[in-house]
C-alpha cells in the first residue's frame, strides 16, 4: 500500500514539474547527421519564439552538443518543450 502511495505522489509531482509550451514539430539535425539538436517547425506554441534574424533549434535536455551551439554559434535559451530546450541560434 505504501509503494502505491509513494508512486502516486511521485507521479503527481512529475506532472506539476512539467514545464514549456508542449510539443515540437522537429525537422532534421541542425549542424550535422549526428547532432541531437533539431530544426524546429513553426506551429501555434512555437510562433512566439521564432525570428527572421535566427534560427529556433531544440536539443534535448542535457545534450552535451548544447556548449558549442551556445560558444560557437552565440545560441541563446529561449524555452522548453518536450524534454528539450529551445535556442535562438543566430543567422552567421
Same mark, same amino acid.
Do not use: N, Q
Given at each position: %500500500?505504501?509503494?502505491?502511495?509513494?508512486?502516486?505522489?511521485?507521479?503527481?509531482? =512529475?506532472?506539476?514539474?512539467s514545464e514549456?509550451?508542449?510539443?515540437?514539430? %522537429?525537422?532534421?539535425?541542425?549542424?550535422?547527421?549526428?547532432?541531437?539538436?533539431?530544426?524546429?517547425?513553426?506551429? $501555434?506554441?512555437?510562433?512566439?519564439? %521564432?525570428?527572421? $534574424? #535566427?534560427?529556433?533549434? #531544440?536539443?534535448?535536455?542535457?545534450? $552535451?552538443?548544447?556548449?558549442?551551439?551556445?560558444? $560557437?554559434?552565440? #545560441?541563446?535559451?529561449?524555452?522548453?518543450? =518536450?524534454?528539450?530546450?529551445?535556442?535562438?541560434?543566430?543567422?552567421?
Amino acid at each position: %500500500m505504501k509503494a502505491v502511495i509513494v508512486l502516486t505522489g511521485l507521479a503527481l509531482l =512529475a506532472a506539476c514539474a512539467s514545464e514549456g509550451i508542449g510539443e515540437l514539430a %522537429m525537422l532534421g539535425p541542425y549542424r550535422d547527421a549526428e547532432d541531437e539538436c533539431r530544426w524546429v517547425s513553426p506551429t $501555434e506554441a512555437t510562433t512566439a519564439f %521564432m525570428s527572421t $534574424e #535566427a534560427d529556433l533549434v #531544440a536539443c534535448p535536455r542535457g545534450y $552535451e552538443g548544447t556548449g558549442t551551439l551556445v560558444s $560557437e554559434r552565440k #545560441a541563446e535559451a529561449v524555452g522548453s518543450a =518536450a524534454r528539450h530546450t529551445l535556442f535562438l541560434v543566430p543567422h552567421r
